[in-house]
């Protein structure tokens, strides 16, 4: 078996010019440094990623900003400048992948869109993140998360029946686009390999969430009579069972189709219920769902603890989870061995910080590197003088003219 410490990081070699703010870019690019990209992240001066600016902040820095941008080099630079936008088409011909998520237009008036740079480097890879893509009746909108939870059609499917649409509370849209352009960028490689050609790539936040309607969008155009999902609250109105139980102590979700259907009853000591004519098959159940759950939750309110519930119908193979929050998930035993839950070390933060980890296990994947987050700028003078061979007179001239930037000197 190979040692995981001898294995080459799987991106080793491949240089990245990051031009990526927020979550949905960095979730790209914080993937990429995981598995060994170089991630030159430029940042715009003076202030740099505005998510610098994102509580928690532990020593005044920004946790949330160490999460999502791990392992990136900085170059702080202004971009109005001319000399900017040269040194920068310079940094391109060194690399083999651009990544953006600036808003519609920003990158073509810097003169940093794929058509300027294809016609620099004809195999360069260029990816791009926006809410709504970059054609489209809609593309010249700007949006976050939020607006792309909302166009998407999953709010509307989101709370309570009587109540108004719901967002869900995490970057659903912006991390799911960001992976979506994550996991394109190694086939566009495999492309380039085969055929040494670059192309543009365009992921819209609206696009990526829209794909994940796995048969709403389906049964919305193809079902014989008109059906329109709708919030359903706690309890699916077409699956049953399928929904959120009260338990003992909290809430346990259960799924449970024809085949773990008859475990269910057993578990609860009332295999009657199997064959009872209100739930014999999908349809009835569906039908006589708010019935159904009375029937679980009765049953639950008898169990000495939401464990042992859990513990019974795992049993009997039914699908089923605790409604863990957030906080219960950081010292949860299954997460800690799968090294979900990590702690990394940091420059200024002391004791380090929780975040989640790699979500990708695999058999020729290292140990995940320790990786630095840099200042603003902190990489200034090592980018221009690795990648562009710049003296010490040269970079400096670059700081005399307002190019470069850096956060205490540190560049």
Not at 189 to 207: F, K, P, S
Not at 232 to 251: D, I, M, S, T
Not at 270 to 277: G, T
Not at 303 to 319: C, F, G, K, Q
Request: glycine share 10%; aromatic share 8%; with cysteine.
């Amino acid at each position: 078996m190979t040692e995981l410490n001898s294995i080459k990081p799987m991106l080793e070699g491949v240089r990245v010019l990051d031009f990526t703010q927020y979550v949905a870019g960095p979730t790209v690019t914080r993937m990429m440094a995981e598995l060994g990209a170089e991630i030159i992240k430029v940042e715009q001066s003076p202030g740099g990623d505005p998510s610098r600016s994102i509580p928690v902040f532990k020593q005044r820095r920004s946790a949330y900003y160490v999460q999502h941008n791990r392992g990136k080099k900085s170059l702080c630079v202004d971009f109005s400048k001319p000399k900017t936008i040269d040194m920068l088409h310079e940094l391109v011909k060194t690399v083999d992948i651009v990544v953006e998520n600036y808003g519609p237009g920003v990158m073509t008036r810097r003169k940093l869109d794929y058509e300027t740079l294809n016609a620099i480097h004809p195999k360069l890879i260029f990816l791009s993140i926006s809410a709504f893509g970059r054609t489209g009746p809609l593309s010249d909108r700007v949006g976050f998360d939020l607006i792309a939870q909302a166009f998407s059609g999953l709010m509307d499917m989101t709370g309570e029946p009587d109540g108004p649409p719901q967002f869900v509370n995490m970057a659903i849209a912006d991390v799911n686009a960001g992976v979506h352009g994550f996991g394109f960028l190694g086939y566009a490689l495999y492309h380039r390999e085969r055929t040494g050609r670059g192309q543009n790539i365009d992921v819209a936040m609206v696009d990526a969430l829209y794909h994940m309607h796995e048969a709403n969008v389906e049964l919305c155009a193809n079902a014989k009579v008109e059906y329109h999902p709708i919030r359903c609250g706690a309890h699916h109105r077409g699956l049953a069972p399928y929904g959120v139980f009260k338990g003992a102590e909290g809430w346990i979700a259960i799924l449970a189709g024809d085949l773990q259907w008859p475990g269910l009853p057993r578990a609860m000591g009332r295999a009657e219920l199997i064959e009872d004519p209100r739930f014999v098959d999908g349809r009835s159940r569906a039908k006589n769902r708010l019935e159904l759950v009375a029937l679980v939750e009765a049953w639950m309110a008898d169990m000495p603890s939401d464990s042992a519930i859990l513990d019974t119908l795992a049993e009997h193979r039914v699908p089923c989870a605790p409604v863990l929050s957030v906080a219960d998930t950081i010292d949860h035993p299954h997460f800690v061995e799968r090294e979900m839950v990590r702690k990394v070390a940091d420059k200024v933060i002391e004791g380090g910080v929780v975040i989640p980890g790699f979500p990708i296990k695999s058999s020729e994947l290292p140990r995940l590197p320790e990786l630095w987050t840099s200042f603003r700028g902190e990489d200034n003078k090592a980018v221009l003088k690795d990648s562009l061979g710049y003296s010490d007179a040269q970079i400096e001239a670059l700081c005399d003219a307002g190019v470069l930037h850096a956060e205490n000197g540190s560049g």
